[in-house]
């Protein structure tokens, strides 16, 4: 005797893209916490990265008085302000502050767990958001370019746990993304460009004419021309969307990880510097050292690796980093090449990596030779060095 | 600028009901695990309910020598034994022990969460499956009359924090479900009975003809008829099944809980007993209340009520337990009455209730008159003392 259980589950949200989302006449979030039908007053908490306190102290005032234009909007309890950066996914004491926040203020499943900040802090709250009640609607707000461009449109969220990256999380599409690019303007040179990184990476595998664009406007992205990362935003946003929703598989059931390129080296240099690389520029590197594997392997032409390499130096990035290399300064380190097999056993099953013949599309490769990867790493100390003279 | 996302999930999963599932000659559970395509060796870790352990005590070695008969299926750690019942998920120490086997096995997303157990311990470990690498594929195996006819078959899993039921959790169907009826006839008598209060329930919401059955077997059903108990498992799967799926709604978004009926009651009755009130029990005592007030309001003729209290009555429920009432015995406990605004808050919106003026269907108030719970509690007090004369 077997019942057949069999249902499907519709998802959809807008990524929105605004400025000054807080100022008293941008009513983008009003108009989006208004579409629960039969509910008068709609309720909210909102939670804010430290790091955006930083450089805006007042941004929790901000925020509370810009609600109390609006008597439809309920916020429920104070901003509450939450470490920024990997710190607050590394235990679980700032997930706990927003559980606690969510049980105080009697938030339930028709109320909204907003979070403004970097994509660390959309990634811990998304997973509060997720696991209270079974699931609270939430809305993000990422502040960064990584996270406007990346992780802050797609469906995922999680914190480290025994050490790992991401070893608990849960795939829950939000119930909205607000896109700000006034907070660009804020972020410090590094955190600027990071973000960067995921664009050439999405152009390289996806979208030659945009990786063209990038490479032409590679100058004025690093030197913070704000139009230019915005148009820069809004196609990773869409680049990205689109993969998740043509994927047919974006809750991630496969052992493909199509977004993934340059990523197994990326988070495992992260770990390797003690979280000093912030993720693009680990990205940067991971994108560099496998483009050189590319050409290694004779997948890729050597003079497409020099654009490559050529277009992320011109953003900003150094291509070169201790953590790549063992403690003679040229042998590849050891460690980073157990990368391999925690990128392997993150999703399971068979070991599978993006890789680039031409620029515009990527196809899988289930191994990858140490010695090439060695070589790879090499062969960037070369270009440094030439570089140098 | 607004991108929109779009994207549906499908879900299927199969609700299997067998004898013996751990015996060498059953091969239920490997014909299951086979399914993956491309992936030669299937790895499982296997989670089981310390209250079984006290019915068997040789079920890890069952458990492991049924495995090690098959090339195919690889046990990556011995069977990781959990505190039973709500105790298990009254804090995360439980959870916390099933994530460290995850993590110390290195099971994947193409590996198999198989828990074996009650209710409580199935949610517990459905939870910890839900969050481990952004969700593990998780079997069932259901050992209670009430999970293999409830919750087991269901889509939710969760643990207690705060002091709150469910307070964490997440909307994650199974990959299967394995009803083995034969853990049923190793249930103390409490346990056996208590899973029957769901099947009243589901039949007074959906399936008149099926109330009917249960009236004509309800001294088999409290008196160990292991084939009738069969049928009934079957048939509130079936129905519980067909909720989910055809309701449109399986993830709960909307404020209506349409299979709660006497569950606002239940949820806080179980709580003011300390636990010493199984679910299953609550919940007979939950619909004898719901039953009577519906009478108070005029929604249900006496004599439905009667039969159905009837009914409960011969399947072995007490109907009046002191955490009803207040001190002197007789009024209605004040707290039980606070059990309607957390039954609201859970999701959310409205406060639901679901109620029935007929038996096989059910509509919603989104008010209960307090004077009448009162009435309708001392209603069961007199049919108690009517039939102690």
């Known amino acids: 005797m077997v019942i057949k259980q069999k249902f499907s589950i519709d998802f959809q949200y807008e990524i929105i893209f605004t400025r000054n989302i807080f100022s008293p006449e941008n009513d983008t979030l009003i108009r989006l916490l208004q579409k629960t039908p039969g509910i008068p007053t709609t309720k909210v908490i909102v939670v804010v990265d430290q790091g955006l306190v930083g450089v805006d102290r007042g941004i929790s005032t901000t925020i509370e008085s810009y609600f109390s234009n609006y008597s439809q909007v309920q916020m429920l309890d104070l901003p509450l302000v939450v470490t920024g950066g990997e710190e607050s996914k590394n235990d679980t004491r700032e997930l706990v502050k927003v559980l606690e926040l969510i049980d105080r203020a009697k938030v339930d499943r028709h109320a909204y767990v907003i979070a403004v900040g970097g994509g660390s802090v959309l990634d811990m709250v998304g997973f509060a958001a997720a696991i209270a009640h079974r699931g609270i609607k939430h809305i993000r707000i990422p502040t960064t370019t990584l996270s406007q461009n990346d992780s802050g449109v797609g469906v995922k969220n999680g914190i480290n746990y025994f050490g790992k990256k991401n070893f608990l999380g849960t795939f829950a599409p939000p119930y909205a993304v607000v896109n700000d690019f006034l907070f660009l303007e804020s972020l410090d040179i590094r955190d600027w460009r990071a973000g960067t990184a995921e664009a050439v990476k999405v152009a390289l595998i996806k979208d030659k004419e945009f990786f063209n664009w990038i490479c032409n406007h590679a100058e004025q992205l690093s030197q913070r021309d704000l139009s230019c990362m915005e148009k820069l935003v809004i196609r990773c946003a869409e680049l990205h969307s689109e993969h998740i929703g043509g994927s047919n598989d974006p809750f991630e059931m496969g ?86 097999e925690e990128f392997r056993e993150h999703l399971g099953g068979q070991l599978t990596i993006p890789m680039i013949k031409e620029i515009g599309s990527k196809f899988d490769v289930h191994e990858m030779n140490p010695a090439w990867i060695e070589a790879a790493a090499q062969s960037l100390l070369q270009k440094k060095e030439a570089h140098a003279d």
């Open 255 to 340: 052992s493909s990880r199509p977004l993934d390129f340059g990523h197994w080296a990326a988070h495992k240099l992260e770990q390797l510097s003690g979280f000093e690389l912030r993720h693009g520029e680990a990205v940067a590197i991971g994108i560099a050292l496998d483009v050189c594997y590319a050409v290694q392997a004779g997948y890729l032409k050597q003079e497409l690796a020099d654009q490559i390499i050529d277009a992320l130096q011109k953003l900003g990035f150094r291509l070169v980093h201790p953590t790549v290399f063992g403690q003679d300064g040229v042998s590849i380190n050891p460690e980073l090449l157990k990368g391999l």
